[in-house]
């Protein structure tokens, strides 16, 4: 217990801790943070707010040290006044502050080394700040009370607190006019939201200047490439690495530069016009599409960025809304970019990272939308057509995963939690440290559950990462072999969905045949895991196919069809899953001149939960092989073969569903005959049977 | 007064000093006089033969790539030593040696009269734009001193043969087709000619099928009777380089007989020109009466035109004809340039000469006596721009060519003088080149563009021989030229297929295997113009032979193609498009062929972005008129647009179409040959040629081999696809093949088991084939099918349906109660086989 002091001694030490000019200082620095912080809490996105952010974090780091020098002589100078009300205030004050500037330091430390700042800090660092407000105000008003009173008898002490109070007013002011002078000088980059001078603004009469892709932007203007590109930036070290790794080698990723996209699309510019490619952008290259690059006269008809990011993060990420008439029509918007982002170097590097980290309101408002998980969104691009525009001859459905998803079993209207959406499979939930782990919005989802949406969008492309030697392509590649043979396991749906091989196939042979007799082989095929038509996608292009050998036991082969020549052509009568469209005189689209479509002639595909039926068949009659009729002239699927003299039984049935992304024809076309390039084929599943050979007449 | 007193001394020394001044002043500020300046441009000096070039001129540049061609050839090696013979240059001769279709190049060379020189040379072209020396692998081995050179076949036996004048004897090689070749020149009597010859001219005069040959003698050349120096232009030339210190040598005809030998029979033939200093001749029809006749171009002496009477000999109507050129002409060519259906002359000459442009005027009726005075010729150079611009210079070879490809023939001089420079004896004066442009603005006129046309024509070289060829394939025309004593140059035409052209090569099963002589009509947007194969001479050398070159201008294709074929017969074949080269034998169809340097141009398309613009209008207006199934103003559309880009895929195939709704079947195959001759990988248009040759059109494409042949080639392409297959099952059908037609049906069905057509043209081939079960099995599942379609599957909104539910083919318009067609209305009736199939 310390001896009593005199009136004039505690005047004294009064008039000492109002000329402390630590005091002033550290009250000026508490107003500033505090003024910051509520700014940052209330106000909504602005500039001022992100330099704010800014200095408020080296402010408040810098004013750590004189803060505690100050309350030890603060508490020193005042431990032995009595326990008033003011006392009371400053001590609870003290343990807020104390929280306060805790938080505030895990929370720097966060944004600076972390991925982003979370709620355990976050919501101590404000609950504080309020309580500061209230505690530490009242125990300011009180001592300015008590100075205002003696200010009247002692001209020493009144100009102490004048000096204290101009101190503080200037610390401040000081931090004010450097956070004003920032936000002055340092300004979101700007964009160049222009076309090109001689852009063809109108190419079909009533239609926007992106027509005939039915994608457009906020303004129905251009958008600088850079403000749609840069993913680069966003999956940079500590920010959304994982996410950006796995978009790398996706089809989403490669959707402009891909090698087949580039060559039809230059076909398409020579044949119909570079405009007409457009219709293509808004799906493929929305970067140079909306850039104005698809344009007459440009040669390779994509921006830099565009080529090389295809769907972008934020081509994704900054539509605002989509229709589910589908052929991109999506509305593109411009998100507000943070002012350090798009600079050179490495300051601005970090000051961008830190101000979305520690300040990422906006980031997180504008580029998360509850409508990015909706298969509707998706619908925007998973659901095509040719309009009358474009082939000029009238409305023509193209690939439309979405409608045919919606109308398959996977799909419940009445039973919602029965449902499996797009985003289910196609971005399944991977172990994440990623920012954007966790979604609380998602309904079998929490927001800390460590976890992230796959962005590999894994499909069915096993042909373009490796050719294009994306990277990682050989993980990814992996991955959609395993996805094809539906050996990709997807626990959070898995009471939902199936199990066992995507499009099982499944040989149905009687157990014995006898020599001279015929053998039936019918070869089903279901498509049990596939969320929609099995082949999807441009059927004019992919194949899938059953490739079907019988052997007998001394490994003669007694028929084969479904083989791949020399050419990499599949053999004529095969059972092929593919479309054969058709122009207005009956000849193939053979080089996804889907402009030219008016319809199919031909198409096989596995609708969800259906099945086909191959059906081969092996007689003994002897005859060409090659070229046998059965009796009935019954020209079902499949192939009619001979058995040979002198085979030893069992025969051995073994059939698979092969599969490739790209025909051969239309590489053959792209690449010049004799090209050595073909796509990869992949076996999607296989069986296996065994026929015993009785005697004949038996 | 009293002022005069007081101040007279003052007031005269200050009008005396005003008045010196004054005078000084005037002095110095008279008016001088400045002495006239030669070349000085002085007051009312007009010159009206000089015009302005209009504003817009071709973009066309000749680029030197002789080197990077891999044409390693230099001319003259060693040193000048003032002769005559070693003075005149040396020609070259374009043609197709081996027959790949690419023209290669011989290169002739001399040097000096005493003393080593270097081997002429043989390159072939390696069908990619550049040449390989195959001298030796040739068997042609020729050191002497070479003059013309020209291509002929004169054994019959379509492959060409090599001719060689020359100081001394000329040379004549037997090729064996294969680009080997034999030294037949003693047996062709060629021996027995020494002298110093020079030009070449090759036709079939008197119409034997076999060729014959005209070789223009130059001087009697004979050192021992000449000495002495005389004076040129102030300069000493000695009379060894003078050619009228010599006497003139005759000139051989040499009358083939088709195997390689010859009779000379000039003299008897009336044609010899003993009189003319012979350099160079023109071999053609110039009076249109079907026999080739002779223009010889003579220096320092009259030109003679010699007219074929039809019965071996000739007449001299020089004088009548007024082209008595006397002076001193050395380059030859001719060509209809003012497009009034005849052939005109250019001449050009010696320094200080112009050179001449005779424009032809045949007389109506004129050949009633004889061919005196059929025809007479003006002389119209001045008027036309080309005759005083040659006064400078010393002109050699020499010809017309739509360089630019705007339907309007250019004209090309090498000049170089024979007056030693006055620094070096050894050297001749190099001069500039000239590139003529013929604008057909106002009244028509040649401009003088070599300023513009790329480095060669602004240097400075002495020229001699030069050729016309399209070395690269690429529709455009360059240039081959000899310079005395430099490296050859080749002249690449950039962007003169910026317009499009056609090329044309006419070929005969025997005899004249070449169509030399053949005169040829082009309609070309409603212009019939001439051209006449191998008339041309320029100097010593020999422009492509047997192929003839059509630049379309603002056009896209030759709507009809007239030939006057040797002998008189006369076809019409058409249309042919732009960028391609069409091989027509006669009495055969005409093949199409894509120009292979000229696949670029049209995958990529026009050069500028406004042509670009413009195609695409145009396409867009052909598109809607089709669809508006406006037909004939479709094919205008579509002719426009490819006039801007030929070859565009869509734009042939779609043509074709229109042209066939509008019943030019022919047109409309031509058009798809057209097609897949620049897009070889294009299913749909070998599918389409297939289809046009099966019956039920113009029976004159009937042809089921040739439409097997196509369908074949479809499947080939991409044999996963089952309309050629079904197609392969009809032409069996129509061929009778009916196992052959049932497996391709049942091999259709297989392929797309969707298809009425497969299953119900499969019964009709079983019950054809008696197999009535099999017919009815098929007959029943074809209906089946039939009334399937059209009912969607399971999945909703799946591709390639539309919103009528059936395909929106314009199919439907051909007709469907053929037997092969009948499928199409299946559903309406029952399936009794008798009933559908009898």
Same mark, same amino acid.
């Given at each position: ?131 500061? =407000? ?68 109108? *190419? ?106 295809? =769907? ?111 985003? +289910? ?250 090209? +050595? ?17 009785? %005697?004949?007449?038996? | 007064? !009293? ?50 070039? *209009? ?47 690419? *023209? ?118 004979? +050192? ?145 006596? !004889? ?186 294709? =030759? ?19 732009? !960028? ?65 880009? *030929? ?17 030019? +079947? ?114 029943? %599942? ?7 379609? !059209? ?48």
């Amino acid at each position: 217990m310390q001896a009593k002091l005199t009136r004039s001694e505690w005047n004294q030490r009064r008039i000492q801790g109002w000329s402390e000019w630590i005091g002033g200082l550290v009250e000026g620095l508490t107003l500033f943070l505090t003024l910051t912080g509520l700014a940052l809490f209330a106000l909504p996105f602005n500039l001022f707010n992100q330099h704010a952010v800014v200095v408020h974090t080296v402010v408040g780091l810098a004013y750590v040290l004189p803060l505690a020098l100050y309350l030890v002589r603060h508490a020193r100078r005042y431990s032995a006044f009595p326990s008033t009300h003011v006392k009371f205030s400053g001590w609870a004050a003290l343990v807020l502050l104390v929280v306060c500037v805790i938080s505030g330091i895990a929370l720097t430390w966060e944004a600076v080394f972390g991925t982003r700042i979370s709620a355990f800090w976050s919501l101590p660092h404000l609950i504080t700040t309020f309580g500061l =407000i209230v505690l530490l105000g009242a125990h300011l008003a009180s001592a300015y009370a008590r100075a205002s009173r003696a200010r009247a008898e002692e001209a020493e002490a009144r100009q102490a607190v004048h000096r204290h109070r101009s101190l503080s007013l200037a610390a401040l002011a000081f931090c004010l006019v450097v956070t004003g002078a920032l936000t002055l000088v340092i300004r979101p980059v700007s964009f160049v939201n222009e076309f090109p001078s001689d852009y063809d603004g109108a *190419p079909y009469e009533g239609a926007g200047p992106f027509s005939p892709s039915l994608a457009t932007t906020s303004t129905g203007g251009a958008f600088d490439p850079r403000s749609l590109s840069d993913s680069a930036y966003c999956g940079t070290s500590g920010c959304h690495e994982e996410i950006y790794r796995e978009w790398l080698p996706s089809v989403h990723r490669y959707a402009s530069m891909d090698i087949g996209f580039q060559k039809i699309q230059s076909v398409m510019a020579a044949q119909n016009g570079a405009t007409s490619t457009r219709y293509c952008g808004g799906c493929h290259d929305p970067i140079s599409l909306f850039s104005g690059t698809k344009n007459i006269g440009v040669e390779h008809l994509s921006d830099l960025s565009g080529y090389q990011e295809g =769907i972008s993060c934020l081509a994704c990420h900054a539509i605002a809304e989509t229709d589910v008439k589908g052929n991109a029509n999506y509305v593109m918007t411009q998100p507000k970019r943070y002012a350090w982002e798009l600079r050179d170097g490495p300051l601005a590097g970090f000051l961008a990272k830190f101000t979305i980290r520690a300040y990422p309101g906006e980031h997180v408002r504008t580029l998360s939308r509850r409508m990015f998980k909706t298969p509707e969104f998706c619908a925007a691009c998973h659901k095509q057509f040719i309009d009358q525009e474009v082939n000029q001859v009238g409305w023509v459905q193209l690939q439309n995963q979405y409608d045919n998803w919606r109308a398959s079993r996977w799909h419940h209207d009445e039973h919602p939690e029965e449902t499996i959406e797009c985003r +289910e499979c196609h971005m399944p939930l991977v172990d994440s440290h990623d920012p954007a782990a966790g979604d609380e919005a998602d309904f079998n989802r929490t927001r800390d559950d460590g976890k992230h949406r796959s962005h590999r969008f894994l499909g069915a492309n096993q042909f373009i990462p490796l050719a294009m030697d994306l990277p990682g392509a050989e993980e990814h590649v992996a991955l959609i072999e395993k996805w094809l043979k539906g050996e990709y396991e997807i626990p959070e749906i898995a009471d939902r969905w199936r199990t066992g091989p995507a499009v099982p196939i499944e040989i149905e042979v009687p157990s014995e045949v006898a020599l001279g007799d015929e053998l039936d082989i019918k070869v089903h095929l279901v498509n049990n895991k596939v969320g929609h038509d099995f082949p999807t996608g441009p059927l004019d292009i992919i194949q899938a196919w059953v490739e079907i050998e019988v052997v007998d036991a001394e490994g003669q082969v007694l028929l084969h069809s479904g083989k791949v020549d020399e050419e990499h052509f599949v053999e004529e009568g095969s059972f092929m899953f593919k479309a054969e469209p058709v122009d207005r005189y009956g000849n193939l689209i053979d080089r996804h001149n889907l402009w030219e479509m008016v319809g199919v002639r031909f198409k096989r595909s596995l609708f969800p939960g259906s099945e086909e039926v191959a059906n081969y068949s092996l007689t003994c009659a002897g005859v060409d092989p090659k070229h046998d009729l059965d009796a009935a002239g019954t020209l079902d699927t499949g192939a009619a073969f001979a058995l040979h003299e002198g085979i030893v039984g069992p025969l051995t049935v073994r059939a698979r569903l092969n599969y490739r992304k790209f025909d051969q024809y239309l590489l053959d076309f792209a690449f010049g005959e004799g090209t +050595e390039a073909t796509a990869p084929i992949t076996v999607i599943s296989s069986a296996e049977a065994t026929v015993r050979l009785i %005697e004949e007449g038996r | 007064m !009293g002022l005069w007193r007081r101040r007279r001394k003052a007031i005269l020394t200050v009008s005396a000093l005003a008045l010196a001044g004054g005078a000084l002043a005037v002095y110095a500020l008279r008016s001088r006089v400045k002495g006239y300046q030669a070349g000085e441009e002085t007051e009312g000096l007009v010159d009206t033969l000089r015009a302005d070039l *209009p504003s817009a001129v071709p973009e066309v540049e000749f680029r030197e790539v002789g080197r990077e061609a891999g044409l390693e050839f230099t001319h003259f090696r060693g040193r000048r030593t003032g002769r005559l013979v070693e003075d005149m240059g040396s020609g070259v001769a374009a043609g197709d040696v081996d027959g790949d279709g690419w *023209p290669d190049l011989f290169l002739v060379n001399s040097g000096p009269l005493a003393g080593e020189r270097d081997p002429a040379r043989l390159f072939r072209s390696r069908g990619d734009g550049s040449f390989e020396d195959v001298t030796e692998a040739s068997g042609i081995d020729f050191s002497g001193l070479g003059m013309a050179a020209a291509f002929v076949d004169v054994d019959g036996d379509a492959d060409l043969d090599l001719f060689v004048s020359a100081y001394g004897t000329c040379k004549l090689w037997r090729n064996d087709g294969t680009g080997h070749f034999e030294d037949i020149s003693t047996r062709a009597g060629l021996d027995d000619w020494p002298g110093f010859w020079s030009g070449v001219g090759v036709a079939d005069y008197d119409r034997d099928g076999c060729m014959d040959l005209y070789v223009c003698g130059y001087v009697e050349y004979d +050192e021992a009777q000449k000495s002495g120096h005389q004076s040129q232009f102030g300069i000493d030339i000695p009379a060894m380089i003078n050619p009228s210190a010599f006497e003139p040598a005759r000139n051989l005809l040499l009358r083939g007989h088709g195997d390689g030998t010859f009779e000379e029979v000039a003299l008897q033939a009336g044609a010899a020109d003993e009189t003319g200093r012979s350099l160079g001749v023109l071999f053609c029809d110039l009076d249109d009466d079907g026999w080739p006749d002779l223009y010889v171009a003579n220096d320092v002496s009259d030109n003679a035109l010699l007219l074929n009477r039809g019965d071996g000999t000739f007449e001299d109507v020089t004088t009548a004809a007024l082209v008595g050129d006397y002076r001193g002409a050395m380059g030859l060519a001719s060509a209809d340039f003012d497009g009034d259906g005849d052939l005109d002359l250019f001449i050009t000459h010696w320094v200080g000469q112009e050179n001449a442009l005779y424009q032809a005027h045949p007389r109506e009726g004129g050949g009633a006596g !004889g061919s005196a005075g059929r025809i007479t010729f003006l002389d119209v150079a001045d008027r036309y721009g080309v005759g005083f611009t040659g006064l400078a210079d010393v002109g050699w070879a020499t010809g017309f060519f739509d360089y630019d490809n705007d339907g309007a023939l250019d004209l090309f001089v090498i000049n170089g003088s024979t007056i030693p420079t006055k620094e070096d004896a050894t050297h001749l004066q190099p001069m500039q080149s000239q590139l003529f442009w013929h604008s057909t603005e106002g009244r028509g006129r040649f401009h003088e563009l070599g300023a513009v046309a790329g480095a060669f024509f602004a240097e400075e070289h002495v020229g001699r021989g030069g050729a016309i060829l399209d070395y690269d394939r690429d529709g455009d025309l360059d240039l081959c030229v000899q310079l005395l004593g430099e490296r050859v140059r080749l002249l690449r035409n950039e962007g003169g297929n910026e317009r499009p052209s056609v090329t044309l090569r006419l070929r005969q099963a025997e005899g004249n295997r070449l169509a030399i002589g053949a005169r040829v009509e082009a309609e070309i947007g409603g212009v019939w113009r001439l051209a006449v194969t191998d008339s041309q001479g320029s100097y010593l050398s020999q422009h492509t032979v047997g192929e003839l070159h059509f630049g379309l201008g603002e056009h896209s294709q =030759i709507r009809r193609l007239r030939v006057r074929w040797p002998g008189g017969e006369i076809s019409e074949e058409g249309p042919f498009l732009a !960028g391609t080269s069409v091989t027509w034998t006669r009495g055969e169809r005409p093949v199409i062929e894509a120009l292979p340097g000229f696949l670029a141009r049209a995958s990529e398309g026009p050069e500028s972005v406004e042509t670009e613009r413009e195609f695409f209008r145009r396409r867009q207006q052909a598109t809607q008129a089709r669809l508006a199934e406006d037909y004939p103003q479709a094919v205008q559309h579509y002719l426009g647009a490819l006039s801007l880009w *030929p070859g565009h895929d869509d734009c042939l195939y779609y043509l074709a179409h229109c042209l066939a709704h509008i019943g030019d +079947e022919a047109g409309a195959v031509r058009v798809w040959e057209t097609e897949v001759a620049f897009t070889p990988g294009s299913n749909r248009g070998w599918m389409q040629l297939g289809l046009a040759h099966l019956p039920g059109g113009d029976p004159a494409f009937d042809d089921l081999d040739a439409a097997q042949a196509a369908f074949e080639h479809s499947l080939a392409i991409n044999q996963e696809e089952s309309r050629p297959i079904t197609q392969l099952g009809v032409v069996a059908l129509l061929k009778g093949e009916l196992d052959l037609a049932r497996r391709r049906f049942a091999e259709a069905a297989r392929q797309n088991p969707r298809s009425v057509e497969a299953r119900y043209l499969g019964g009709r081939a079983a019950y054809l084939a008696g197999d009535l079960e099999a017919a009815r099995a098929l007959l029943a %599942e074809a209906h089946e099918l039939a009334r399937a379609q !059209g009912l969607g599957g399971d999945s909703a909104s799946s591709e390639g349906e539309t919103r009528t539910g059936e395909a929106l083919t314009a199919e439907r318009a051909l007709d469907d109660d053929s037997p092969l067609q009948r499928w199409r209305t299946l559903t309406t009736r029952t399936c009794d086989p008798d009933l559908e199939y009898q």
